[in-house]
């Protein structure tokens, strides 16, 4: 049975970082293609950054722009955690904040995805 989830999640002030993290469990395919997303009070579920990993060791990163330059997403296959680091944080960053595991090729659609987290709360104050 696969299984996300999800943690890290806080209040922080408008600069502030956090980083949140997504242990995924029972889900090891060769080539993997993961994500994070967001949703806000009454907003779609929105793509915020998948990494996609082959099974010959390359490794590619996605950013949806509002983002790019201030989070980064990473994964440690040992582990098989998902991270989510959070930097110079806005308000319009807060969210309800989701891993999402099983998905391709468009990684910014949801339902491209077959495995989800419970989600994290972020809520950033100006």
């Known amino acids: 049975q696969v299984q996300l989830v999800e943690s890290g999640g806080g209040s922080v002030q408008a600069g502030g970082s956090l980083r949140l993290s997504c242990v995924v469990h029972g889900y090891t395919p060769h080539d993997s293609l993961r994500a994070w997303f967001r949703q806000a009070p009454g907003k779609e579920r929105e793509g915020v950054a998948a990494?996609?990993?082959?099974?010959?060791?390359?490794?590619?990163?996605y950013y949806d722009d509002s983002v790019k330059g201030r989070f980064t997403i990473s994964r440690d296959s040992a582990k098989d955690t998902l991270y989510l680091e959070m930097n110079s944080l806005k308000p319009e960053d807060t969210a309800l904040y989701y891993c999402?595991?099983?998905?391709?090729?468009?990684?910014?659609?949801?339902?491209?995805?077959?495995?989800w987290g419970q989600g994290t709360q972020v809520t950033v104050s100006s």
């Open positions: 990494i996609y990993s082959t099974a010959s060791g390359s490794i590619y990163t």
């Open positions: 999402a595991a099983g998905g391709g090729p468009l990684w910014r659609t949801p339902s491209n995805y077959n495995y």
